[in-house]
Structure formats: C-alpha cells, structure tokens
C-alpha cells in the first residue's frame, strides 16, 4: 500500500452505540458512522447485551463509514469498547449467555469473597466491585452452573469484536486490568486470581500493549468491505481510548468524561493506587503507563432521567431551562445513583433520589440539581484521586456532556479546576482507536506525532468564590445525604431479588 492517502479505522464498542471512524494522516476524522443497541434488564440489577448484537451493529456502522471512500487506503484497524463486560464461549465460539455488563449490579457477595484472596487488592490495584469482571464469572459459578462448566474462554466486549475480526483470542493490558485478573502492576495474568474464580490462563486472551498488532483481519471480511487484510491493533479500554484521542498520554495530564457514566481519568508514569477509596488503578493502552481512574456510573444518563421524569421533550430543553433560571443558593439536592456507585463508596445498592424540596420547586430547579448532584459526584472522585498525591491542574472536558457550555462552567467552580475542550473531542474512544490502529501498523509513527492534544477550543475557568461555596457548603450536604439516606436503601435491597411466581 502506497503510503501518501491512508488512513485508519477507529471502532468504538460502547454501551448505547457502536461507533466507527476513519482517520487520515493528518490524525482528522474524515468519516464516522453510528449504529444503535439495546441494553437488557431481565431482573433487578441486571444489565445484559446480546454479543451478536454488537457484531451486528459493527459491520453497519463499517460498511456505512466505508461507503464512498477507497477501502483499500485502510492501513490498519483500532478497537476500543466498554470495559468489564464478560462475555462466555464455549469450546466452538459460541455465545453461551447475554453478556454481563460493567454496571451490572448482581455480584456484591462473590466480590466480598474474592476480597479474601490472599494479597489481592496489591495484585489487582482495586477493590472487589460488581462491576468487574472476576465477580460476574463467580456469580456464573455459582448460580449458573452449566454454563460455567462450558466456558472456553471469557472475553471483554471489544475483544470479542477482534475475534469476529481476526479469529484471534487477544487483549491489551487498559482492559484487561479492569477484570481483576491481572496483576496490574506487572500487566499480565495472576494465576492466584484466576484459580479464584474457578478459571486458568487457557480461558484468558492473550495480553498484549494498546500499540501492538492483535491479528489481522479474516480475508472474507477484507473482501466484502473492499480492503486489504490489514492489521488490528490490540486497542484499549473505553476510558484508555479516550484519552488517547484527546492527547491524555503523559503523566499528570487528565481528562474528565461526561457520556452515561462520568469518569475522571489521571495519568501516571509508575503504579499507583487507593483502593480503600474506590479509586480504578488500571494500566493504559500505551507501554509503561498506567492511570488512576474514578467513575460515577450515572452522570449524563442523569439528565435523560430528569427530562423524562419532568416531562421535558428532551435535554437540550431541560439544560435550556436550567440555565434561564440558574442555580439557586440552598437549592434540591440530588444524589446521582441510579443504579449505585463506585468511587468512592463501591455501593450497588443505593438509589438515586431528589432531597431538600419545597412547595416552589419546579423543573427547573430539578434539572439544576441534576446538574449540580453530578458535579458533586465528581469532585468525590477527584479528591478520592488526589488523595494519592496524582494533582492535575488543568481538566481536558469529553463526552456529550461537554457539549453544555452552563454545565462545563458549573462543574468548573464545583471542582476548582481548569476545564478545556478540544476540537474533535465529541469522537471520543474511536478516534483513540484509530489512533492506536496507527502506532501499530506504522513503523515510523511516534506518539508524539500521532497523539497530540487536540486544540483547545473553549476553556472554563473556577470562580475562587463559587468553588468555596461549593466545597464548604454544599459537597457536605450531599455527603451527608448519602450516609443518612445509606442504611434505607441496604434496607430495602434486601428483598431486591425477589421473583414473582
């Protein structure tokens, strides 16, 4: 392939779409595609997808992001994808189950079981959440036996993409780390937590960097899409992705990303970790780099929730109001957990709820104390970060939160931060991917030259006054609400798994 005129293919698994993008030499966004899915709640606390369903949504939104363009310039393919899901094969590629997703919430007592093996949060760098993927295979063991003893091999989501691509068993080391499985700082298997779990290394991929080849593509699938059998890079995690496509690939840079989870992502040069705060130590999707990582699992799903249950025709207009009507002193307090949370309590059974109401409170106020309640939400994170002494001064904004230039403000003065964003920033994981698809293929491409930080197109700068209102005044508040409102909702989720006949 002649050189002059390449570009790569970024794919991005996430939770509500599949998204694909191709790349020039230039590192912009040439075409993208997006393509739908569904998520699955058979039972409380479930989240399931259907892996063919992720095939499916894939080769549309590659066909669709091809069509009109030489294929045959494709110099190589990226992937990236939501992190934990653990999807189970059997010994013929097959599908057993529906896929257990990252905020599914079933897991709680296997997690306080895997605890208990020895050394593990200095192996893995974590706490225990249900989240992960370790615990998902433990409640498969014990729940549903005869899938169990089919399992061939567990592979997260993006990866099973690679194997429908490739026919490779592969990861790289950004995802695996979110498993529980791997020995983060060293970034390979612990055998110790596999036999946890009932599994050893033939179930697991193989475990590779983010800029390594991971397989090549199935030379069917290079002829229907018209291109070369290219190479696939192993790819990274969602979160590890992102922050590739933003140019977070140094230590002490970082990134905050608002898509239906808000995650606040740190990058390290050595190994660090504090997971008594619920703090994600995981490695990145580049060589001898790892990143500290907090997440909320509901921050911009928040709004939809607001607008669907104020009647609002859709967020855009709840922030529109919102914003006319500003952010009142002493205002409801909202508390984000809709389907619990991670950093910093690693809670799965608490629930979201609106506090502090009064005879006036309208719409407007609720969509402000969403607004507000996630930003708050944050700042738990950030400080659970900084608590490792990883300080960042500067916050580049992604996901389609950062769209809202009201809210980017607010949660600048919530957190005393800096907050920029940059152009192209709204692509996200993909353009990370292609990224990576580039390191991989390219032997002559530096990471300087192919991950630069995007240029800043807005910046948010803290109000010294409003930050000190909202750290003295309001982030206790909303502490204090959940350690009030805690034990009602352990309380109640006692009966959560009740079935009617």
């Known amino acids: 392939m002649e050189a002059r005129g390449r570009t790569w293919l970024g794919i991005d698994l996430g939770t509500s779409s599949v998204k694909a993008i191709l790349m020039d030499e230039a590192g912009s966004v040439c075409a993208s595609a997006t393509q739908p899915l569904a998520i699955l709640h058979p039972h409380p606390r479930w989240s399931e997808q259907d892996p063919e369903a992720w095939w499916s949504a894939t080769e549309a939104a590659v066909a669709e992001v091809l069509a009109g363009t030489d294929a045959r310039r494709v110099a190589g393919i990226g992937l990236s994808g939501q992190m934990h899901g653990a999807t189970l094969l059997d010994a013929s590629d097959r599908v057993l189950r529906p896929a257990i997703l990252w905020n599914d919430g079933r897991s709680d007592v296997e997690c306080a079981e895997l605890e208990r093996v020895p050394g593990f949060r200095a192996i893995t760098g974590n706490l225990a959440m249900p989240g992960f993927t370790a615990p998902k295979l433990a409640w498969v063991r014990r729940h549903e036996r005869d899938v169990f003893d089919r399992v061939a091999k567990v592979l997260l989501p993006k990866d099973y993409l ?187 059974r608490v629930r979201g709820s609106f506090t502090h109401l009064g005879p006036d409170t309208d719409r407007a106020d609720l969509a402000n104390a969403t607004l507000e309640g996630v930003g708050l939400g944050l700042l738990d994170g950030l400080l659970a970060v900084e608590s490792t002494g990883l300080v960042a001064e500067e916050i580049t904004v992604i996901g389609g939160g950062s769209r809202s230039a009201y809210w980017t403000q607010m949660l600048a003065d919530i957190l005393g931060k800096r907050l920029v964003l940059r152009s192209g920033s709204e692509v996200g994981p993909a353009l990370g991917a292609a990224r990576l698809a580039r390191l991989a293929s390219d032997p002559g491409a530096s990471l300087e030259e192919v991950c630069p930080m995007p240029a800043i197109t807005a910046a948010r700068e803290p109000d010294a006054a409003r930050h000190a209102y909202f750290l003295q005044t309001r982030h206790p508040l909303f502490r204090l609400s959940y350690d009030r409102l805690k034990p009602l909702y352990s309380d109640a989720a006692r009966g959560d798994d009740f079935r009617p006949s």
């Open 162 to 348: 690679r194997l429908r691509l490739t026919g490779e068993y592969m990861t790289d080391a950004s995802d695996a780390a979110g498993t529980l499985w791997l020995d983060v700082e060293q970034r390979r298997w612990s055998d110790a937590m596999l036999a946890a779990t009932g599994l050893d290394r033939s179930h697991m991929p193989q475990v590779l960097e983010g800029t390594q080849q991971a397989g090549r593509l199935r030379r069917e699938l290079a002829e229907r899409w018209g291109m070369d059998t290219v190479p696939v890079a192993a790819g990274g995690g969602d979160n590890a992705a992102g922050a590739v496509g933003v140019g977070i690939v140094r230590g002490g840079q970082a990134m905050l990303s608002l898509g239906t989870s808000g995650v606040y992502f740190a990058v390290s040069d050595g190994f660090r970790s504090s997971p008594e705060q619920a703090v994600h130590s995981f490695c990145h999707a580049l060589p001898d780099t790892w990143h500290l990582m907090s997440v909320m699992l509901n921050a911009a799903s928040c709004l939809d929730f607001t607008a669907r249950l104020t009647g609002q025709r859709d967020v855009p207009a709840l922030l529109a109001e919102a914003e006319d009507r500003g952010l009142l002193k002493d205002g409801p307090m909202f508390l984000p957990y809709l389907t619990g949370e991670r950093t910093p309590h690693n809670d799965p």
